[in-house]
């Protein structure tokens, strides 16, 4: 089934899970980057469903991307 995102309750958008290269768009990084912020602990972790196919629940990237926004406000 194809469900739009805006007819979801949050709390099931925030669990839906992006594989790396919807992850990289979402978050405005490219997948090297992604991969090299996993490998220094800078990235939230990916869920490994299947070998080696990584997935992200929307809800940790917005996560993510909100505490980069408060860090920022901090140096500023």
Same mark, same amino acid.
């Given at each position: 089934?194809?469900?739009? $995102?805006?007819?979801?309750? /949050?709390?099931?958008?925030?669990?839906?899970? $992006? !594989? %790396? #290269?919807?992850?990289?768009?979402?978050? !405005? *990084? +490219?997948?090297?980057? %992604?991969? *090299?912020?996993?490998?220094? !602990?800078?990235?939230?972790?990916?869920l490994?469903l299947?070998?080696?196919? $990584? +997935? &992200?629940?929307?809800? /940790?990237? %917005? /996560? &993510? %991307?909100? +505490?980069?926004?408060?860090?920022?406000? #901090?140096?500023?």
């Amino acid at each position: 089934m194809n469900f739009a $995102l805006n007819t979801l309750p /949050d709390v099931v958008t925030r669990r839906r899970l $992006l !594989g %790396i #290269e919807p992850t990289a768009e979402f978050v !405005g *990084r +490219s997948v090297p980057e %992604i991969r *090299r912020l996993i490998r220094l !602990g800078l990235f939230p972790k990916p869920l490994k469903l299947n070998g080696r196919r $990584l +997935s &992200w629940r929307i809800g /940790d990237l %917005i /996560d &993510w %991307i909100d +505490s980069k926004a408060e860090q920022q406000k #901090e140096t500023a």
